[in-house]
């Protein structure tokens, strides 16, 4: 069977996102953020064409401020004809991707450029979103940490092949990796490596991994999930 799966945007983004027109209103775009539940509202065309996109921040920034001498009513009415196109950040100054992005390159985009959203476009229409949310649902799913397991940080050499020997005991005594991250910092001359394994009973691994001339620096036990 052919795997379709290849670790592209399509795979992991919110499709058919929370939406708003450019001729909404200040209101409309304020309570649509706050009833929904979300912090980046795309701005569409009639045609489902991407222009701009809203921020809660935005929301914020064209809101009245506390120095105001308007009435309550003044301002209310000035609001409500205050077009979401008149305060929203244009599809020009955004930073977009689209469906085959690679999910890393979109985390690094939104790191480089400090930002908490990127548009997903197919052509110009807008496909999905990618949020700093997702971001962080995708590092959790990537270091395993919806599923029980024990946690093993081992040190080890920086050369080709310096974690056979730890698989080789994960295979003895029949264990599943969970996940494995290495960071690319090096400690003492060593690379690091923070390995989730499928087992509660790891104290006979941990025996036989030091037996195998490896360092395990640290031990994070079965949590409670």
């Known amino acids: 069977m052919k795997i379709q799966y290849k670790g592209f945007m399509r795979e992991k983004i919110q499709k058919n996102p929370v939406t708003i027109g450019p001729d909404a209103s200040f209101y409309e775009a304020r309570n649509l953020i706050h009833e929904k539940g979300v912090r980046h509202l795309p701005v569409v065309d009639k045609k489902g064409k991407l222009v701009g996109i809203v921020t809660d921040s935005d929301i914020r920034e064209a809101g009245p401020s506390d120095a105001t001498l308007l009435s309550v009513q003044e301002l209310n009415y000035l609001l409500d004809k205050l077009k979401v196109s008149a305060f929203m950040t244009p599809k020009e100054k955004l930073i977009t991707i689209t469906p085959d992005t690679l999910i890393e390159a979109a985390v690094q985009l939104m790191y480089d450029h400090k930002i908490g959203c990127l548009p997903v476009l197919e052509g110009r229409k807008l496909y999905g979103i990618f949020t700093e949310t997702d971001a962080l649902d995708h590092l959790v799913d990537v270091f395993g940490f919806k599923q029980k397991g024990t946690r093993l940080t081992v040190a080890l050499e920086d050369k080709p092949g310096a974690m056979l020997g730890v698989f080789?005991?994960?295979?003895?005594?029949?264990?599943?990796?969970?996940?494995?991250?290495?960071?690319?910092?090096?400690?003492?001359?060593?690379?690091?490596?923070?390995?989730?394994?499928?087992?509660e009973k790891y104290k006979s691994i941990v025996k036989d991994v030091e037996k195998a001339g490896y360092t395990v620096l640290s031990i994070g036990k079965w949590p409670s999930v």
């Not at 080789?168 to 394994?197: D, L, Q, W």
């Open 168 to 199: 080789e005991v994960f295979k003895k005594h029949n264990v599943n990796v969970i996940s494995m991250v290495t960071p690319s910092f090096m400690v003492e001359g060593k690379r690091i490596a923070a390995i989730r394994i499928r087992t």
